[in-house]
């Protein structure tokens, strides 16, 4: 049975639900079979970008499902190297062309790249795309407090979603603050810290998820659901993606949360988008 999944009103009054499947690092060669086995547990929330080179892939495997278009929520990601207003204009049409879609429901920048000084013109080539009926909603991922206010002062539209690396021992409190007061959706990356800190052995977590009877992985997923946040964890292996949307028949208590929350400790798993060059 396919599993009710909660949804997210984004300041544009469009709805996201609030669990998907993210497709980074998933072989091109592999994306249809693993996007179909993801479409087939469930999942109705898909996140790729121009840069995991799987967007034929995830393009393939919505056409087979049958699925009817309007019962899917697609997001893409312009990759830094198509910064600027014509080459924005450019790489959303092959995102379309890969994914065999009319639009996105959401298009995100994929990094600020500060040191390139476009992120504003790219913005605005954004608000263009979306104009044009190419991308239902706009947001940006990685985007710090300082970018996301160069981008508000220089437009007419608050990104509807900044997708950051976020799990149980990196939070982003300051910016998930932000978010809350702007009207930004925060979506997490890296939900599971992608396997790069022994998150599931944490106390926290591991009892909690022994109390309960659920998996470590589950318990993490389920606190990033109850502090409001939209997550797309990803895996391979259908056992997992089954496990990981299973996580709406159980509650955290609020000790259970404030456990977690005590975790957080700065541990990036990813670059520092004030940094990051590539
Ligand atoms: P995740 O935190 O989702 O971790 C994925 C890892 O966890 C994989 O190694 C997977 O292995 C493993 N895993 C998944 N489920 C379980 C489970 N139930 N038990 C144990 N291990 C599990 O990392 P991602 O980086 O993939 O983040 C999720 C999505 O976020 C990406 O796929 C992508 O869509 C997006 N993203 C965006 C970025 C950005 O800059 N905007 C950067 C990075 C990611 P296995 O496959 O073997 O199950």
Not at 207 to 220: R, S
Request: charged share 20%.
């Amino acid at each position: 049975m396919t599993p009710s999944i909660p949804t997210v009103k984004l300041n544009d009054g469009h709805d996201i639900p609030q669990l998907g499947f993210g497709v980074f690092k998933v072989d091109p060669d592999e994306t249809e079979r693993i996007v179909s086995d993801a479409l087939e547990a469930g999942y109705r929330h898909l996140d790729t970008a121009a840069i995991y080179g799987n967007e034929e892939g995830v393009g393939r495997a919505i056409a087979k499902s049958g699925i009817p278009r309007d019962e899917l929520f697609i997001t893409t990601k312009l990759w830094n190297s198509d910064q600027g207003t014509q080459s924005a204009f450019d790489a959303i049409d092959l995102s379309l062309e890969k994914l065999g879609l009319d639009s996105v429901n959401l298009y995100l920048i994929h990094w600020p790249r500060p040191d390139l000084d476009r992120y504003l013109e790219t913005w605005l080539a954004m608000e263009q795309i979306r104009d044009a009926g190419k991308a239902t909603s706009i947001g940006v991922s990685n985007f710090h407090r300082s970018h996301l206010e160069k981008i508000i002062a220089g437009s007419s539209t608050v990104p509807a979603i900044d997708q950051l690396e976020l799990h149980p021992t990196f939070q982003q409190r300051e910016l998930r603050a932000f978010g809350a007061e702007h009207g930004i959706a925060i979506e997490a990356w890296g939900p599971l810290g992608q396997g790069k800190y022994d998150l599931f052995g944490m106390p926290a977590i591991a009892e909690t998820a022994a109390a309960i009877g659920v998996t470590p992985a589950q318990v993490v997923i389920r606190w990033h659901l109850q502090s409001g946040i939209i997550v797309f964890p990803k895996s391979n292996s259908s056992d997992r993606m089954r496990a990981n949307i299973d996580v709406f028949g159980f509650e955290l208590s609020p000790e259970q949360m404030a456990a977690i929350d005590a975790l957080d400790a700065g541990n990036r798993v990813g670059s520092d988008p004030e940094t990051a060059t590539f």
